[in-house]
């Protein structure tokens, strides 16, 4: 079964300095994996996706995430954290699809990332 | 455009109220979904639509009756909810994937903030 496990569930940084959320992933299959932010009482935004082509993904605002087979990880970084990072942000990876074809979305327990002046 | 709108953003209703939420997307997708968010917590998918029909329903009580008027609107209709379904609902839409090309995105809207007195 797809599991996501995020390993932190919460990450404080100094603004200007870099950001690390770190995500370990089970699949059986070649899995799809993304990133969400939401920032608080808003809806969920996608940072990033994976989805097998180059294994480093480049998002928005700076985000950037890796995809390492051999390790199972899809870690979150960015150079220089921004006050506006401060959020939560969640891991997902992809289900098998049913006899539908739909995928649900197997999310990690989510980081929540304070950013200090 | 993408763009998935919801109204209300905040409803507050009394256990016997029936009241609806509505999502609308014009992105040209044929899955949408309904998820679920209590605070601190990723969403729990509660319902999806696959070209209008419902394909996917997580044991939803019936309190919360789905239902998808065309392509590009999605309703929930809620009746004799109680306290512990307050939340905040979420909507996303995405366009469905043939075969193994892997899910695509779901694009979400910033959801309703549900209080149940």
């Known amino acids: 079964a797809q599991s996501v496990t995020q390993l932190d569930s919460h990450v404080s940084v100094s603004e200007g300095t870099p950001v690390l959320l770190r995500c370990n992933y089970s699949?059986?299959?070649?899995?799809?994996l993304f990133w969400y932010v939401q920032h608080p009482n808003k809806g969920l935004q996608l940072l990033l996706k994976?989805?097998?082509?180059a294994t480093l993904v480049k998002g928005i605002n700076g985000f950037e995430a890796e995809f390492k087979k051999s390790e199972t990880s899809f870690h979150l970084t960015k150079p220089s954290a921004h006050m506006s990072d401060a959020a939560e942000y969640f891991c997902v990876v992809s289900d098998i699809p049913n006899a539908g074809n739909n995928r649900k979305l197997i999310w990690g327990l989510g980081t929540s990332l304070g950013v200090n002046p | 455009d993408t763009e998935v709108t919801q109204t209300p953003k905040h409803l507050v209703m009394g256990m016997t109220n029936k009241k609806s939420l509505k999502c609308e997307q014009h992105m040209g997708h044929r899955a949408m979904y309904w998820y679920k968010q209590k605070a601190k917590k990723p969403p729990e998918l509660m319902f999806v639509?696959?070209?209008?029909?419902?394909?996917i329903n997580e044991s939803v009580p019936s309190r919360f009756s789905p239902e998808c008027p065309n392509s590009s609107l999605l309703n929930l209709h809620l009746h004799a909810l109680q306290p512990e379904d307050s939340a905040l609902y979420l909507c996303?839409?995405?366009?469905?994937?043939?075969?193994?090309?892997?899910?695509?995105?779901?694009?979400f809207g910033p959801g309703t903030r549900l209080t149940v007195l």
């Open positions: 994976y989805t097998s082509a």
């Open positions: 996303a839409s995405s366009r469905i994937r043939s075969g193994t090309k892997g899910p695509d995105t779901q694009y």
């Open positions: 639509y696959s070209y209008e029909k419902l394909s």
């Open positions: 699949s059986s299959y070649s899995p799809s």
